[in-house]
């Protein structure tokens, strides 16, 4: 669509006839104006939102996992493909089991990433390791494609000592300094801000690297979300803002969310390249991302990019999406056109694998993540005193007077409290 828009030459008249303008209606000549660079007219016309064209969905697998675009076939070895298959497949045999253990009470809470596989694992795959990852919380595939283990997953879905967040977080929200991925936070939106302002820090000292903002389309809704690209798109600053388009914001259908064309047609509005792709296709995910990636750093701006996807599993543990979405529309996205099926296909077709290899590879997959598991259960949660560590440098007084009262509240009732699975309190 870049490489399209540049190839014209005089590209307001060519926008302006698409908007259904009569060019002789539009006077060639500069207006005045500082707010906007455009012509003025003769014809007093609204332009509807309905007449404008919508963006469409770059693809190079279609659902059986046949390429369609041959010349876009991103030519990956097959040691390499093997291991993104691999873990998208991981990624959703660690789903299966930490949802399955918050159903039997072990964990309090989770969060499913099924049917987005190929949406993180082929951005993921695109990325270099020191671009900074800004997630929302359905990222799980991006930590582990960058090195986070299932086990590192486990202690942090248990809070235990070994959690790299102390237990102070709810499940789901880890925190990844080791594979530069910044933590996950609740509340909605508040990671694009933040990641476009590292981007204009970053702008300052690396020109090689990029943030990259994960976010849903519910999220784009937050006013943040606004904030962060104005600012970007003023400031040029190197991010990519991958919004994951999955039909929903809990409850609430893309229908109800917005009037607009999707997320990628707002990147636009902001003066933000943007590119709109199938994020089921693991090749279409890669090749959009890693071209965006490029247009990011090397041209120093920021790019939008909205992955087509579709959330199989509930919002979370908290959640049943029966009340609002029919079992049959799950079913087509969860039989019929899966991101993990599709790249099997690619692969089986290649003769690169096949179904022993699947059922050793799950096996195994299965075992390191039950291992895991157990061991996690059973590492002692942290020190309760911790809850008070790490904010700030110097504890104000009202937290120290709070501390010393969980002390003696707990030397006093302790036997009240499961203290014992804790690490000792000091
Ligand atoms: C500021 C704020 N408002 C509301 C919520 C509750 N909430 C949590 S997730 C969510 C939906 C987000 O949907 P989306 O961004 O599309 O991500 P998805 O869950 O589809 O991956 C809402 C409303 C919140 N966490 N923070
Ligand atoms: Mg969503």
Partial sequence: MIQVARKVKNFGAFYQRALGFHHDSVRDEPAP????????????????????PTIPIYRVLNSQGKVINPDHDPGFEKEDLVEMYKVMVKTSIMDRILYQSQRQGRISFYMTNFGEEATQIGSARALKFKDVVFPQYREAGVFLWR???????????????????????????YTGAKVNIQAVSSPLGTQIPQAAGYAYALKQRDRDACAVCYFGEGAASEGDCHSAMNMAATLDCPIMFFCRNNGYAISTA???????????????????????????????????????????????????????????GHHSTS?????????????????VDTPINRIRNYLTGRAWWDETQE????????????????????????????????????????????????????????????????????
């Fill in 319 to 335: 959640d049943d999406s029966t009340a609002y979405r029919s079992v049959d529309e799950v079913k087509h996205w969860d039989t």
């Fill in 359 to 426: 059922k050793e590879f799950r096996s195994n997959a299965r075992g390191e993540i039950l291992r895991g598991f157990k061991e996690a259960e059973n590492t002692k949660l942290p020190n309760p005193l911790l809850i008070f560590d790490e904010v700030w440098d110097e504890l104000p007084v009202q937290l120290q007077a709070q501390k010393d009262e969980l002390i003696k509240h707990c030397m006093k009732y302790g036997e009240n409290y499961p203290l014992q699975n804790h690490e000792e309190m000091k």
């Fill in 33 to 52: 104006y500082p707010g906007v660079k455009t012509e003025f007219t003769k014809e007093m016309r609204f332009i509807l939102p309905e007449e404008v």
């Fill in 254 to 312: 893309t229908k109800d969310q917005y009037r607009g064309d999707g997320i990628a047609s707002r990147g636009i509005g902001y003066g933000i390249p943007a590119i709109r792709f199938d994020g089921n296709d693991l090749f279409a995910v890669y090749n959009a991302t890693k071209a965006a990636r490029k247009l990011c750093v090397e041209e120093q701006r920021p790019v939008v990019l909205e992955a087509m996807t579709y959330r199989v």
């Fill in 147 to 173: 090195g986070y283990t299932p086990l590192e997953c486990m202690h942090q879905c248990f809070g235990t000592s070994k959690d790299f967040g102390k237990g102070k977080q709810m499940p789901v929200h």
